[in-house]
């Protein structure tokens, strides 16, 4: 389908612009009056929040990718998860130093098979991990926005691996502190797919360097690219994917195919796909 009439425009020139394609700065959507509808190109819009929207909303609609990287970060996931248990990311340090320790590396692996997985957030990521997780035979225990706090808490009590995957919202930031990271096995392997803020860092930093828990799995961090100095780039058992977790090398084909999609429904008066929930915050 064509675009007849579009035109590129600076997220700060979008004064007259109906219809928005990406993430513009937030800020621009105050002044853009003409606008009516925005798709973002990403699932998250924490950075939305701050405005307006018993006002700005009379007129704006966002939509976001709800659900879009949820095969290509459950894979990263599974990739990961299986890296540590199997000690690939240590065998690959090895490999590189051209050192050979296969035997006492030996000892330290594990199975997937038969661990008891949290699954914090039960949307499309973790839905779509657990279906790959099956033939593991993993004990599942979803975590939801309506769960108990009590309940969750003795979940990682018993917990071989953590896979967050939660949005940022007032509720979930800073949700795993010391405290609550205290809770984990000792042999427990945390994973984050969702925000970074809904960790204290400093505490993950000093559980994983201190052998509080087994590893750590982290495709998002609070700072992003991750500054030199911080302690995740020298913490023991930690895999970081740099938030590349979602990517495919068609991605940009395929968001543009979501955006068309949900064009022509626009066009049409139709109701358009993933309208975002500004008062959830997801």
Known sequence: MGLEGAELVESNELAGCDVAFGNP???ALIGATSLRWVQLESVGFSEYLN???DKLGQRLTLTNLAGF???????TALAGLLAMARGIDELLH???????KGDPVRTRLR??????VVMVGFGAINQRLATLLAPFNCQITPIRTATPVEKMDRALATADIVVCCVPDTLATRGM????RLALLPKHAVFANFGRGSIVNEASLADALNNGQIGGALLDVTEDEPLPTSHPFWKCQNT???????GGTADELDKKIDVFLSNFT????GEPLVGIVDMKRGY
């Open 25 to 27: 700065e937030a800020d």
């Open 94 to 100: 090895l490999q590189a130093t051209s050192t050979w």
């Open 51 to 53: 405005l307006d929207w």
């Open 239 to 245: 895999i970081l994917t740099q938030h590349s977790g």
């Open 265 to 268: 429904r626009f066009r049409n």
């Open 111 to 116: 199975s997937l098979s038969g661990n008891h």
């Open 69 to 75: 990287f949820a095969d290509p970060v459950a894979e």
């Open 176 to 179: 795993f502190d010391a405290a």
